[in-house]
């Protein structure tokens, strides 16, 4: 049976650190990994596809050195593989035209500014998560604690 992921992106270790911590819960059904980049993330990304995993769900920070979060997402939105998996961008920097942008290319699902209350992005994970066992036709009955 392929193994579900959730990938979280921030340049910040600390940041990520919490956000892969607030996450935990999930881990019963779901892989969470950590990445400090989107080519990070894009490495990774690759691996689960080749082992014919899927990706659930991405929350990625906007402001990163080597590439946004925005540019991020609207690359993995237009990569066919991944039409299903679900995104949330989760920042404090973005300006309202790169929220636009978000919203608008990368169709992502949800924005949480930071800083953010654990109860809000577990209750939006939560959300995305079970649109994307819904929408992949999986088995939802397995995933009713999560």
């Known amino acids: 049976m392929a193994k579900l992921y959730i990938i979280c992106i ?9 956000v892969v911590k607030d996450l935990e819960s999930f881990e019963k059904f779901f892989v969470v990994e950590a990445c400090e980049s989107a080519i990070e993330a894009w490495e990774l990304i690759e691996e689960i596809d080749e082992e014919g995993d899927q990706l659930a769900l991405v929350v990625s920070d906007h402001v990163m050195p080597d590439k946004s979060g925005v540019q991020f997402l609207t690359e993995l939105y237009e990569d ?30 949800t924005y949480i500014e930071k800083p953010w209350k654990k109860e809000q992005l577990l209750g ?21 604690d999560a």
């Open 10 to 18: 921030d340049d910040q270790r600390e940041v990520l650190n919490t």
């Open 80 to 109: 066919g593989r991944f039409a299903l998996t679900r995104k949330i961008l989760l920042t404090g920097l973005a300006t309202h035209k790169d929220t636009i942008t978000a919203i608008n290319k990368a169709k992502i699902d």
């Open 124 to 144: 939006d994970a939560k959300k995305m998560l079970t649109l994307f066992v819904l929408d992949a036709g999986l088995n939802y009955e397995k995933y009713m």
